[in-house]
Nanobody
Framework: QVQLVESGGGVVQAGDSLRLSCTAS????????MGWFRQAPGKEREYVAH????????YYANSVKGRFTVSRDNAKNTLYLQMNSLKPEDTAVYYC?????????????????????WGQGTQVTVSS
């Protein structure tokens, strides 16, 4: 199995940028398509972005499309989430996870149950 560790969170102001990282160990990151999710206080964990094994295909939740970019460097076993034009509503704990389904669809990519091997999360706080 793979172990995932997120980093790069912090406290920023609205309009700022942050880049999150997710480092894999135990198995090569290239084994999995990957996803980013986030969970705000009192809310369900929600899908943010998904990237294919090689990074050629990326998908985003409507709420972050055009502002966030998911990428990966399989040689470094690291997944990234570049977050620009941050808003207070982006405040949440951000998690990376390995996609464990066969095949990919709009629905499966956004489902928590399609993912396994979650990291511990990194806090992002955006002040207005």
């Amino acid at each position: 199995q793979v172990q995932l560790v997120e980093s790069g969170g912090g406290v920023v102001q609205a309009g700022d940028s942050l880049r999150l990282s997710c480092t894999a160990s135990g198995r090569p990151l290239s084994t999995y398509a990957m996803g980013w999710f986030r969970q705000a206080p009192g809310k369900e964990r929600e899908y943010v972005a998904h990237i294919s094994h090689g990074g050629g295909n990326t998908y985003y939740a409507n709420s972050v499309k055009g502002r966030f970019t998911v990428s990966r460097d399989n040689a470094k076993n690291t997944l990234y989430l570049q977050m620009n034009s941050l808003k207070p509503e982006d405040t949440a704990v951000y998690y990376c996870a390995a996609y464990v389904q066969y095949g990919s669809s709009l629905i499966s990519r956004a489902m928590r149950s399609s993912y396994d091997y979650w990291g511990q999360g990194t806090q992002v706080t955006v002040s207005s």
